[in-house]
């Protein structure tokens, strides 16, 4: 369990949007949200989770067109993969995913949620 969540930072631009926002647990999780209401990235939003020792856990970055790539770590080496990468279309269906696993390996899956192919994964 996180604990309460506090405001330690938060950005904006000069209209008036929140660009940015920093959250910190009791346990020292940090929760990093970047924004983009101006459309002048090629994504819209991009949130970071670090655990308290500053590394990265996950990553959710959504692009302009609704698609999300989604990353997570296994900091503590519990997993048999050390790097997770998946791709979500603008319905939130999941098409893409990179496996990086513990021994150096890559796993990539490829699916077809909209079934526009003759294949589905």
């Keep these: 369990m996180r604990g309460a969540v506090h405001l330690r930072d938060e950005?904006?631009?000069?209209a008036g949007n929140l660009t940015s926002q920093t959250l910190v647990s009791d346990d020292g999780t940090t929760t990093v949200l970047?924004?983009?209401?101006?459309?002048?990235?090629?994504?819209?939003?991009?949130?970071?989770?670090?655990?308290?020792?500053?590394?990265?856990?996950?990553?959710?970055?959504?692009?302009?067109d609704g698609t999300t790539v989604v990353r997570a770590n296994d900091l503590?080496?519990?997993?048999?993969w050390s790097s997770q990468i998946a791709v979500y279309d603008q319905f939130a269906r999941l098409s893409m995913e990179d496996v990086f696993n513990?021994?150096?390996s890559l796993t990539q899956y490829g699916y077809d949620p909209g079934n526009q192919g003759t294949w589905s994964s």
């Design 11 to 14: 950005g904006g631009d000069a």
């Design 34 to 64: 970047d924004q983009n209401p101006s459309g002048a990235q090629s994504w819209a939003s991009d949130t970071l989770t670090y655990n308290g020792f500053g590394n990265l856990n996950f990553e959710t970055l959504t692009g302009l």
């Design 76 to 80: 503590d080496g519990l997993q048999t």
């Design 102 to 104: 513990d021994n150096g």
